[in-house]
């Protein structure tokens, strides 16, 4: 791996990881400032709101797995795919229609 290489992706882990250190940072500070019992209804509605930002990953991670290329359904569905692209279709030409193929 080259040295930009490894670089670019020291870069863009930090930069994702920057948000959740500031976040859990915030909470510390905020934390010595609530009372024990209000504390525990906002930890929970914030656990709730992480875990509905992390659904479409996990939906997508798991449509993946299913679907995917590497599924025996994706794999399926890709060779599907490649045996139609030469059947035709909409886009093809009627080759017994001569006034489609008029030249000259």
Known sequence: MSQDQ?????????????????????????????????????AFA????????LAPSAVGFITDLLVGPESRHGSQKTLRRIRDAGAGGAGTLDLEDDEQMFVG
Do not use: K, Q, Y
């Open 6 to 42: 490894s670089d670019r992706n020291w870069v863009e882990t930090s930069a994702s990881f920057a948000p959740a250190v500031l976040g859990a940072a915030a909470g510390v500070i905020v934390s010595d400032l609530m009372h024990r019992d209000a504390r525990r209804p906002v």
């Open 46 to 53: 914030l656990a709730a709101i992480g875990l509905c930002a």
